[in-house]
Nanobody
């Protein structure tokens, strides 16, 4: 699975960004998709996941109420809408794909995109 994450950039605190995850070789609808992030010196952490079976989303506690994961099956894309961004959201964001995940954990996913940098700063 070849994943491409995009949409990162520099944004002021309180601002918004929408990240996109695309795949050219598979249908993302068939996969569980996760967004993860990794800040310098920190471990990669789960941001949000969406199941292929029931479409129910999962959100990490730090992003609940601010981030929204969604699918656009017609465009074969998965998005992460990020609102009310905070400096602590600064990280490289990765999208990942898997089938039959048990939870939203790094170890559940075996296909990863290259990451897109999100920087929240004034």
């Amino acid at each position: 699975v070849q994943l491409q994450a995009s949409g990162g950039g520099l944004v002021q605190p309180g601002g918004s960004l929408r990240l996109s995850c695309a795949a050219s070789d598979v249908t993302l609808y068939d996969y569980d998709i996760g967004w993860f992030r990794q800040a310098p010196g920190k471990e990669r952490e789960a941001v949000s996941c969406i199941s292929s079976s029931d479409g129910l989303p999962y959100y990490g506690d730090s992003v609940k109420g601010r981030f929204t994961i969604s699918r656009d099956n017609a465009k074969n894309m998965v998005y992460l809408q990020m609102n009310s961004l905070k400096p602590e959201d600064t990280a490289v964001y990765y999208c990942a794909a898997a089938m039959g995940i048990y939870g939203c954990y790094v170890s559940d996913f075996n296909s990863w995109g290259q990451g897109t940098q999100v920087t929240v700063s004034s």
